[in-house]
C-alpha cells in the first residue's frame, strides 16, 4: 500500500534535537509539512496555528512529559481528533498502556527507521481516511 503524504502537517514534539531533526528530514523529503517543538509547552503553543495532521510526541521530557501533553491535546475539544504517536526509546508494555490511556494512537520505538516511521503514518493515514469515508 502506497500513501501519500503529501501536504500532511505533521508535528514533531521531542527535547532531542537529533530525533526532532531526523523526523523532519525524512518526512520534510516525503512531503510533509513538518513543525517541530523542543517539549509540551513549546508545542502548545505552536499547536493551535499549526493545526497538525498526526502528533509524535516523547515521553520523556522536560516540564511537561508526553503523557501530560497528550491528554491535553486530547482533552481539548479542537484536536482530540488529531492523531498522536507515542515516541519512547523503552519499549516497554507499561508505557504503551499508559500511552494508550492518555489517548495515544500509537507508539514508536527510539531510534525508529524510516520505514517505522512511515509504516505508522500510513496506519494512522489509511484509518483517517477510513473515518472519512462514507459509509
Keep these: 500500500m ?9 508535528m514533531i514534539i521531542d527535547d532531542s534535537n537529533t530525533i526532532r531533526r531526523t523526523a523532519e528530514t525524512i518526512l520534510s523529503k516525503a512531503g510533509c509539512d513538518v513543525v517541530t517543538a523542543i517539549d509540551g509547552f513549546d508545542s502548545l503553543a505552536k499547536i493551535v496555528d499549526v493545526v497538525p495532521d ?17 491528554a491535553l491535546i486530547k482533552n481539548n475539544h479542537e484536536f ?5 504517536i507515542m515516541l519512547s526509546s523503552k519499549d516497554g508494555l507499561f ?41
Design 54 to 70: 498526526v502528533i509524535f510526541v516523547d515521553i520523556m521530557m522536560p516540564r511537561l512529559d508526553g503523557y501530560q501533553t497528550c
Design 80 to 84: 482530540k481528533q488529531t492523531p498522536v
Design 2 to 10: 502506497s500513501v501519500n503524504f503529501e501536504a500532511l502537517k505533521v
Design 95 to 135: 508505557d504503551k498502556a499508559k500511552g494508550r490511556i492518555v489517548g495515544a494512537d500509537e507508539y514508536l520505538t527510539k531510534p525508529f527507521s524510516k520505514n517505522e516511521l512511515f509504516e505508522v503514518l500510513e496506519r494512522i493515514v489509511a484509518a483517517k481516511a477510513m473515518e472519512d469515508s462514507p459509509a
